[in-house]
């Protein structure tokens, strides 16, 4: 990851002037020490100097390493402040931040040399203490904390000033303080509009009528756009934004098109009017479409006949590559146009458009007022950071995020880092930091830290996108060596010159494939033959292929062969073996002069290999590689980088092409000039979007499988007890395959669609691989059986959570009570659930004792919210489930996840609100539902809270101190 990583720090020293900034660490200082180093005649012993200066921080504590980097970083230029930077990130904090406090020996009264008095106090009170005040203010209660004797029996004492510190500090994720500030963000955000609206708003001033307009005003796009996520508090918003921007780009089209036109320079004769002219007859009441590059009209040869193509011209917006507009197409409204060409993958880049609405306008200034590299430098040595990457290496289930996110900020330093004097990276990395905030402090809120993390990307994506770190070779070079990573057994012919890779970025996972698609069937004769492979064709080429099989245009081939390595509706266990052993039986007849056989796989989905094995990529590539080293196959990985390349943050609307050939084989030469083609006219690595892919790729490709892994286990947990099935029976559902977090889902009553629409705490997304659990409704068939299914796309919440979100829904589909292991008496109609059944069902938990069913002991109470919520969505009548949720409230929570309980306590306040009553288990419910929801929403319901004839019991009076204090 850094240029310092293969330099050693051993026998480098530090400057002379290095003592005196440990003393008084400042400007002067520290200039000292940058003088020093700058001049060194020697350019490597200056380096390694600066690497051992990054390690000799990370001894110190997070305060002190991140105040004193900052402050070196500041007064170094050139290399070396490239060095310090890298070398810092490649260097943890050397203490744990929450670890406890060292002993430290009781101060010697009798040798007043022994000991610094100033520095360690003895907190053994004096003999008289007078009476603590009845309040105090915000600042240290001294008195207070005095009278605590934590002496430990003698034999530690603790330093008075660092538990101030502890308590007070800001800065230091171990601290209350740092908690107090992070509470108040989010309530301040939780009032607010979306957090990225607000980002828009702030850096408006900052952007306007410069090149990085469109950066900012594509926050909160990136992220798919939830169908049910609010659109206020933490998470993303944007009126550009689609569900599945390769399917749905039209319903916001008609924006784009609108701020392409009216958007750039006030000169409509240059460059913005040639544009707005290309775009006259575009968008939902045009006839012209606009496609991914000019390349789509060849592609269209394998679905159209050579009289409509010849009729139809691609002219691209600017230059010779890139979005273009397809005209001609109005002449022929019988062809399914929109279907066409989702299948073909031609949906132009969201990004590039973006961009294109600064056509004419003019560079940012530079800001010599900021140093982004002092603030990416304090950002990664902060409390918080190194907070962030303990979590990382612990067993939750945020762990995988938190690395994740490590790893993503720490590529930060990669290449020449941030562009140092920009104002929009500079706030976009303050901007950071307060989410990383929130990260840390919600660990055990994996619902909340993981929408922080949404909203990182967008930040992270602008301060790559404005250095413009990556080119195109970049991405070549990183995704070589992934695959060889990956797939080590081929590394031997790779490096050997007798395997050639090629990678090329394309618009999405689907322009992947039918690109691959169009190069294997366009460099073949076209004799026609019959295809012996159908079974085992990638579902989603479904139109195209079944086109090619009818003989309707380009026939098909029995030598190419379109599969996936693991299907996104899993139903059976893939088999990579078995997909190697049909290859190689067509290859096998393959004769001198034919052209190779053409497999075309779907990479998407990646399954982290068991410790020791081998994974599904490596089980392929190894087992045909002397296949394709010998000329005789062309291997064609297609893989989209909106699923976990992308670390379900969000849609980056980019897939890779990846072809492996026999090197200088003439056969192939054809196909790998047609990849080559296809990628210059699509020119995306050298726009915006393709700095944020390679990042990620080149930072986080381990991190996918990692998350892949993690979001599997709640998968298998789900199916096995949150919503078991019987597993042969494909009419209820899908098995857990192993390795894949995805599993369908049906109902035998009630619309299974409807019932998850009714999930309030559930995305819904038209894709997969989010870090918070989704689902995605109409599937038609699971495992060829068909009915109407609903795949749930399980994220990185805590097992307690699975729980809340399924257990009810489960076991109530089948009629299943807690604790049966098969379904009794009649069917719950699900599509008039009734209070009695979910009394029946909580009646059976009640009966289960905890050594029956350790899983049921363990989330007894979270089975119970599971009951609440669901009943409170499904239950015709809110009153009807209001007892229900008074007894919920009138005893503790349990293991009940704050999500869940701040959604039941919204549901009985709102309800109540206008008629609290004055009975005391009602009253004493709505306290606790009172303290349980955030300050802002529960000042909102205070407001409305009818407390006239609540009565004077204890729950009253708590009741409307808590409104009282609220309203305030």
């Known amino acids: 990851m850094s240029i310092m990583s293969g330099e050693s720090s051993a026998g480098a020293a530090l400057p002379r002037s290095w003592k005196a900034f440990v003393a008084l660490p400042d400007e002067s200082t520290a200039g000292a020490v940058a003088q020093e180093l700058e001049k060194d005649p020697s350019p490597a012993n200056a380096l390694a100097s600066v690497k051992l200066i990054a390690e000799t921080l990370a001894q110190r504590s997070a305060r002190e390493r991140s105040t004193m980097s900052e402050l070196i970083v500041r007064q170094l230029m050139g290399d070396l402040a490239r060095g310090f930077m890298k070398a810092t990130a490649a260097v943890r904090l050397a203490h744990l931040v929450r670890e406890a406090p060292k002993e430290q020996p009781v101060p010697r009264h009798d040798d007043p040399h022994g000991d610094d008095l100033l520095h360690t106090l003895d907190l053994l009170g004096p003999k008289s203490k007078p009476a603590p005040p009845e309040k105090t203010d915000k600042s240290p209660d001294w008195e207070t904390l005095d009278a605590l004797d934590l002496a430990a029996a003698g034999k530690v004492t603790v330093d008075l000033v660092e538990l101030a510190r502890r308590v007070e500090d800001e800065s230091d994720a171990s601290s209350v303080g740092h908690l107090r500030v992070v509470l108040d963000l989010l309530d301040s955000i939780g009032v607010k509009a979306a957090y990225s609206k607000g980002r828009r708003e702030e850096l408006g001033d900052i952007v306007r009528g410069t090149t990085q307009e469109h950066l900012v005003a594509q926050m909160g796009f990136r992220a798919a756009k939830s169908q049910r996520s609010s659109l206020t508090g933490l998470s993303t918003q944007n009126e550009l934004a689609a569900s599945y921007w390769r399917t749905n780009f039209r319903d916001t089209l008609d924006e784009f098109v609108k701020k392409l036109k009216g958007?750039?320079?006030?000169?409509?004769?240059?460059?913005?009017?040639?544009?707005?002219?290309?775009?006259?007859?575009?968008?939902?009441?045009?006839?012209?479409?606009?496609?991914?590059?000019?390349?789509?009209?060849?592609?269209?040869?394998?679905?159209?006949?050579?009289?409509?193509?010849?009729?139809?011209?691609?002219?691209?917006?600017?230059?010779?590559?890139?979005?273009?507009?397809?005209?001609?197409?109005?002449?022929?409204?019988?062809?399914?146009?929109?279907?066409?060409?989702?299948?073909?993958?031609?949906?132009?880049?969201?990004?590039?458009?973006?961009?294109?609405?600064?056509?004419?306008?003019?560079?940012?200034?530079?800001?010599?007022?900021?140093?982004?590299?002092?603030?990416?430098?304090?950002?990664?040595?902060?409390?918080?950071?190194?907070?962030?990457?303990?979590?990382?290496?612990?067993?939750?289930?945020?762990?995988?995020?938190?690395?994740?996110?490590?790893?993503?900020?720490?590529?930060?330093?990669?290449q020449l880092g941030p562009k140092r004097f920009d104002a929009l990276t500079a706030n976009a990395l303050r901007s950071l930091s307060r989410l990383l905030d929130i990260v840390v402090e919600n660990v055990d809120n994996p619902t909340v830290a993981m929408r922080a993390v949404d909203l990182?990307?967008?930040?992270?994506?602008?301060?790559?996108?404005?250095?413009?770190?990556?080119?195109?070779?970049?991405?070549?070079?990183?995704?070589?060596?992934?695959?060889?990573?990956?797939?080590?057994?081929?590394?031997?012919?790779?490096?050997?010159?007798?395997?050639?890779?090629?990678?090329?970025?394309?618009?999405?996972?689907?322009?992947?494939?039918?690109?691959?698609?169009?190069?294997?069937?366009?460099?073949?004769?076209?004799?026609?033959?019959?295809?012996?492979?159908?079974?085992?064709?990638?579902?989603?080429?479904?139109?195209?292929?079944?086109?090619?099989?009818?003989?309707?245009?380009?026939?098909?081939?029995?030598?190419?062969?379109?599969?996936?390595?693991?299907?996104?509706?899993?139903?059976?266990?893939?088999?990579?073996?078995?997909?190697?052993?049909?290859?190689?039986?067509?290859?096998?007849?393959?004769?001198?002069?034919?052209?190779?056989?053409?497999l075309i796989i779907d990479t998407t989905i990646e399954i982290a290999p068991k410790q020791g094995g081998k994974s599904q990529t490596e089980i392929v590539l190894d087992g045909l590689k002397d296949a394709v080293a010998a000329g005789a196959l062309e291997v064609f990985l297609c893989k989209s980088f909106q699923k976990y390349a992308s670390f379900g943050t969000g849609k980056v609307a980019a897939g890779d092409l990846t072809v492996l050939s026999a090197k200088g084989n003439l056969g192939s030469a054809s196909a790998r000039a047609e990849a080559l083609l296809q990628d210059l006219s699509l020119d995306l690595a050298g726009h915006d979007e393709a700095q944020l892919v390679m990042h990620m790729l080149r930072h986080g490709h381990r991190d996918e499988l990692a998350l892949m892994r993690s979001a599997a286990v709640n998968a298998r947990f789900v199916d096995e007890f949150c919503w078991p099935i019987d597993k042969t029976d494909l009419r209820q559902g899908t098995p857990y395959v192993e390795g894949i977090p995805l599993i369908l889902r049906t109902t035998p009553t009630g619309d299974v669609d409807k019932l998850f629409q009714k999930l309030q705490m559930i995305d819904k997304r038209d894709s997969f691989s989010f870090l918070r659990t989704s689902f995605v409704g109409g599937i038609p068939s699971a495992g060829g059986v068909e009915g109407k299914y609903v795949r749930i796309n399980t994220g990185h919440e805590s097992k307690a959570t699975m729980v809340e979100y399924f257990y009810a829904f489960g076991h109530l589909a089948l009629n299943t009570p807690p604790g049966a292991k098969k379904p009794e008496g009649t069917k719950v109609d699900l599509g008039a659930l009734t209070m009695d059944v979910v009394k029946e069902h909580l009646v059976a938990l009640g009966d289960v004792r905890d050594d029956q069913d350790p899983l049921i002991a363990k989330y007894r109470d979270n089975i119970v919210a599971s009951y609440c919520a669901f009943a409170l969505q499904n239950v015709m009548g809110k009153g009807n489930v209001m007892p229900l949720l008074v007894e919920f409230f009138t005893r503790p929570a349990g293991s009940v996840t704050i999500e869940t309980q701040r959604c039941l306590a919204d549901e009985l306040l709102t309800f109540k609100a206008k008629n609290p009553g004055s009975d005391p288990a009602v009253l004493a419910a709505l306290c606790r539902a009172a303290v349980v929801l955030a300050p802002w929403r529960f000042k909102a319901i205070a407001a409305t809270l009818k407390l006239d004839a609540v009565g004077e019991s204890k729950g009253a009076k708590q009741l409307r101190e808590l409104v009282a204090r609220a309203v305030k």
């Open 263 to 414: 958007g750039g320079a006030s000169d409509q004769h240059g460059a913005l009017g040639e544009l707005a002219e290309k775009l006259k007859k575009v968008g939902r009441s045009g006839t012209d479409i606009l496609v991914s590059s000019p390349r789509v009209l060849r592609k269209l040869e394998m679905v159209l006949g050579p009289d409509v193509l010849e009729k139809l011209t691609v002219t691209p917006l600017v230059g010779k590559s890139g979005v273009s507009v397809l005209s001609g197409t109005g002449a022929y409204t019988k062809i399914e146009w929109d279907k066409i060409l989702y299948e073909l993958g031609a949906t132009p880049s969201a990004y590039q458009l973006y961009e294109l609405m600064d056509t004419g306008k003019t560079p940012p200034s530079t800001n010599f007022t900021v140093d982004t590299r002092a603030d990416l430098v304090r950002l990664i040595t902060g409390s918080p950071f190194s907070r962030l990457q303990e979590i990382a290496r612990e067993k939750r289930e945020i762990a995988p995020v938190c690395a994740m996110v490590e790893h993503l900020v720490l590529g930060l330093t990669d």
């Open 456 to 598: 990182m990307m967008d930040e992270i994506a602008v301060v790559v996108a404005v250095a413009k770190y990556y080119n195109w070779t970049d991405y070549r070079t990183t995704m070589r060596a992934i695959l060889l990573e990956r797939a080590p057994g081929i590394a031997k012919p790779v490096e050997g010159d007798k395997i050639q890779i090629d990678s090329h970025l394309t618009t999405s996972g689907m322009d992947a494939i039918a690109t691959a698609l169009h190069i294997a069937l366009s460099s073949r004769d076209r004799e026609e033959v019959s295809r012996s492979t159908e079974t085992i064709d990638y579902y989603e080429t479904a139109f195209l292929l079944g086109k090619l099989k009818k003989g309707e245009k380009v026939t098909p081939h029995k030598d190419v062969l379109v599969a996936a390595l693991n299907p996104s509706t899993p139903a059976f266990a893939p088999s990579p073996e078995k997909l190697v052993t049909d290859v190689l039986q067509s290859v096998n007849t393959h004769k001198k002069g034919d052209a190779p056989f053409a």
